[in-house]
């Protein structure tokens, strides 16, 4: 990534492939491979065995979702989301799918895999690791995100733009105007989440970049502009950094229950991400807190409404309730006045 500073040109996006459909876009981008140190320690043989196990157990595809290491830490502590549990990240910590990871201003994290992909996270970053997929997807609700795929393809998806990748590298920046992907290395998949797959029509060199802003078409160039080079985190210039000896991995350091503001940016992701977010907050409803926040923002996340105000019983459970409340205060009352009259 260090080139990228002599290979930029204008900072103005000029296309040379316009997608103008809604339908989902796919653009097959080739590139040389570069020589990258990948080692599987062996540890990682059993988490990858749990792994495949639970995949049967829960009914899931292998490998449908990414799981690793935090073999890298620098700046602040990071902050995981694991069910409804806030803990504090560092290095050595496991992250698992479904965690939502938020980083600092001044942070940069990598996180390995067993089979040697890395995940390099930005600063002031905010991704979710997906539960399930067709392939392991990495979700960037904001900030920087960059992946060296070893073995099986990954997904990088914002809200207006994603990329895919097997044995490559590849990143992706959103933020609240727009979202960037640009292929380093390896054959990459442009893709524009949640519509079905269209071929774009063209096959770019190396080093392409794209953009999508708002409601607009994705536009694409030879090379990444001045800005998004300007704007990069310096540690993404580099190849991320792998490592023979991983440190053993640990649990987060568990803070508290989630409040609302942990994770009200999250509950409104779009809705194919957020499926499973019912279930896992459910439980906070009952904190009087939790419960009257949800309900004052119910406009942003509709399907909780039957959730925070079931609807009323039919009438005819109501009337089946009744009849058993009578029949069983009937005994009673008349043990009552058998009492009064042996007086």
Not at 65 to 82: H, K
Request: aromatic share 8%; net charge neutral.
């Amino acid at each position: 990534m260090r080139r990228l500073s002599r290979r930029t040109g204008s900072s103005a996006i000029k296309p040379d492939v316009c997608v103008t459909s809604e339908q989902q876009a796919t653009t097959t981008l080739s590139a040389r491979r570069g020589s990258h140190h990948c080692v599987t320690p062996a540890r990682w043989l059993a988490l990858v065995a749990m792994m495949l196990w639970v995949s049967v157990i829960d009914g899931k595809p292998a490998h449908s979702a990414f799981d690793g290491v935090v073999s890298f830490a620098d700046g602040e502590p990071f902050t995981i989301v694991r069910h409804d549990t806030l803990m504090s990240g560092s290095e050595g910590v496991a992250l698992v799918a479904g965690d939502l990871v938020e980083t600092g201003p001044r942070a940069f994290v990598v996180v390995q895999g067993p089979e040697g992909t890395l995940i390099g996270v930005g600063p002031s970053t905010a991704i979710y690791f997906l539960e399930r997929g067709e392939a392991a997807t990495l979700f960037v609700r904001k900030g920087w995100a960059k992946a060296d795929v070893k073995a099986a393809p990954m997904r990088i998806l914002g809200t207006r733009l994603g990329i895919q990748g097997r044995q490559a590298v590849m990143l992706l920046y959103a933020d609240e105007r727009s979202d960037a992907a640009f292929s380093e290395q390896g054959s990459t998949t442009i893709l524009l989440p949640g519509a079905a797959s269209t071929p774009a029509g063209k096959e770019p060199g190396p080093n392409h970049f794209f953009l999508r802003e708002d409601r607009l078409d994705v536009v694409s160039q030879l090379s990444p502009s001045l800005e998004f080079v300007a704007r990069m985190p310096v540690a993404f210039r580099d190849p991320l950094p792998a490592f023979a000896k991983l440190p053993e991995p640990v649990p987060p350091r568990e803070l508290r229950a989630v409040t609302y503001s942990d994770v009200q940016t999250w509950l409104i992701i779009p809705r194919e991400w957020r499926s499973g977010f019912i279930g896992r907050f459910r439980g906070r409803l009952k904190d009087p807190a939790f419960f009257a926040a949800m309900d004052a923002h119910l406009s942003l996340f509709p399907e909780w409404t039957s959730i925070l105000h079931p609807p009323p019983a039919p009438e005819s459970d109501r009337s089946a309730d009744e009849s058993r409340t009578e029949g069983e205060s009937t005994p009673h009352n008349s043990e009552s006045r058998k009492g009064d009259e042996s007086r």
